[in-house]
């Protein structure tokens, strides 16, 4: 399973930014996705997650509210809206995959590379 992230950038505190996760290489609607963020100096933070249907999310507490995860199955593609950033939120956002739903790093299997979110105030 190949995992791309993309859609970081900069933004100003206040803005929005959507992430995507472009999943290639196996059944898509097979894993659950994860999303996580890497600040500089830290360990990877539990951002959000969706179950294989879709039907159900998970959100971590520094962004409820703020974040939604969705996917959309016939384009292999999961997202990750974010509103309302704050400088806090600056890091690298990961997307993962996994057979078994997880709010867990090492639950996942596999990880795409990320991309560099930045917010200034």
């Known amino acids: 399973v190949q995992l791309q992230a993309s859609g970081g950038g900069l933004v100003q505190a206040g803005g929005s930014l959507r992430l995507s996760c472009a999943v290639s290489g196996s059944t898509f609607n097979n894993y659950h996705i994860g999303w996580f963020r890497r600040a500089s100096g830290k360990d990877r933070e539990f951002v959000a997650a969706?179950?294989?249907?879709?039907?159900?999310?998970f959100s971590g507490d520094s962004v409820k509210g703020r974040f939604t995860i969705s996917r959309d199955n016939a384009k292999n593609t999961v997202y990750l809206q974010m509103n309302s950033l704050k400088p806090e939120d600056t890091a690298v956002y990961l997307c993962?995959?996994?057979?078994?739903?997880?709010?867990?790093?090492?639950?996942?299997?596999?990880w795409g590379q990320g991309t560099q979110v930045t917010v200034s105030s």
């Open positions: 969706i179950t294989r249907s879709g039907s159900t999310t």
């Open positions: 993962a995959a996994t057979p078994t739903i997880s709010t867990r790093a090492n639950g996942y299997f596999y």
